[in-house]
């Protein structure tokens, strides 16, 4: 019979040391960075905020803390855009043996 281990988070310092892991935003930041401007990601104070709360709750996670958020803004301010294509990606490649679940009200929204 095998046992399942759990498996250590990645340490945070050695993870940072490259800057565009940082959060989500700087992720997606780099990643589009070599696209034209209109497929690049839109930079905005407010989603640089929301990415750096999105990061906190996925380190909390990591360390075994529960983490919820809600997020509530107007249509059309780029949440979906960070939380369901940028976060997914960015966690998974933090974590790659995370289950990631993307849940929707209606079917043209899914992923």
Do not use: N
């Not at 589009?32 to 709360?53: F, G, K, M, N, S």
């Not at 529960?66 to 997020?71: F, I, K, S, Y």
């Not at 059309?76 to 679940?101: D, Q």
């Amino acid at each position: 019979m095998t046992t399942a281990t759990a498996t250590k988070p990645p340490d945070p310092a050695a993870l940072l040391s490259a800057a565009w892991l940082a959060t989500p935003a700087t992720f997606a930041e780099h990643l589009t960075a070599d696209l034209p401007p209109d497929l690049r990601w839109t930079y905005a104070r407010h989603l640089v905020y929301l990415a750096e709360i999105l990061a906190a709750g996925v380190w909390a996670a990591a360390e075994g803390r529960t983490a919820r958020l809600l997020v509530v803004a107007p249509t059309r301010h780029g949440k979906s855009e960070l939380i369901c294509r940028w976060t997914p990606a960015w966690v998974l490649t933090l974590f790659p043996h995370w289950p990631i679940l993307l849940g929707t009200y209606e079917g043209q929204f899914a992923a």
